[in-house]
């Protein structure tokens, strides 16, 4: 059985693919995002001096990822309706089931992200935001976590595309992503190359789609010291983005 040209192209535009690869990049989406919450909040803990926030957050981190992703889909989707009736009503969608235990394993490993791009901060510059009279949530927000989003955004971009990658496992759940689109039409036709194939472009302009995006935000966020080598001021980096910071009353 060779290699047939016609059903590579047909299935090519056959919007169920289309669907597919938008339900996976929406699945990642929904994931990422309720990683980086959960996340950001686990990372706050596990730096914290407070045991009762840090061993609460250590704890989660330790669990998820040494849980597999496909056991958690099996318990989001089959175990947990058993315990818990709510989850048993029309609502609970193999989409969301999938968004939520995808997310709760991947917080995990955002945390670790945040964690490391809050730590790669200079302490010097909350004691600077400090001196100028600004609160801790502000200096959070205005002072670390810009410099913070700079560390974080190479291993978040690629922690979103691992994701739209484990989207697959979603299958075990009856969600119809990308991959099982094209497992359908193997199972029917027993075309395994032309429909792997599709499902192979697909993947690839997705990555690539996003891996372009990805840069584009990272230049928005790259910070470069060339103006800074024309001006012979002594004020340091952190004093000057610190100076255009208004002080709060």
Not at 240 to 249: F, G, M, S, V, Y
């Amino acid at each position: 059985m060779i290699f047939d040209p016609a059903i590579f192209f047909e299935q090519l535009v056959n919007p169920a693919y289309l669907w597919g690869a938008l339900t996976s990049i929406g699945v990642a989406a929904l994931s990422l995002v309720i990683a980086t919450v959960l996340g950001f909040f686990l990372a706050i803990g596990r730096t914290s001096k407070k045991s009762y926030l840090r061993g609460p957050s250590h704890l989660y981190v330790w669990f998820f990822r040494a849980l597999p992703a496909l056991l958690v889909l099996l318990i989001m989707w089959n175990a947990l309706p058993q315990v818990l009736p709510a989850l048993r009503s029309d609502w609970y969608t193999p989409f969301i089931a999938a968004s939520i235990g995808l997310g709760l394993v991947e917080a995990a490993f955002m945390a670790e992200i945040i964690r490391s791009a809050l730590s790669s901060v200079d302490d010097g510059q909350e004691l600077a935001g400090r001196a100028l009279g600004m609160k801790p949530g502000s200096v959070m927000r205005k002072v670390i976590l810009p410099q913070a989003i700079r560390t974080a955004l190479p291993p978040t971009g690629n922690e979103f595309i691992g994701l739209i990658k484990y989207s697959s496992l979603a299958s075990v759940i009856s969600l119809k992503e990308l991959l099982t689109t094209a497992q359908v039409g193997v199972n029917i036709t027993f075309r395994y190359a032309e429909y792997y194939a599709v499902a192979i472009i697909y993947y690839l302009v997705i990555v690539s789609i996003i891996t372009l995006i990805q840069s584009r935000i990272e230049k928005r966020f790259l910070w470069t010291s060339r103006g800074l080598k024309k001006n012979n001021s002594p004020l340091s980096l952190s004093t000057r983005a610190l100076a255009t910071i208004p002080k709060e009353k």
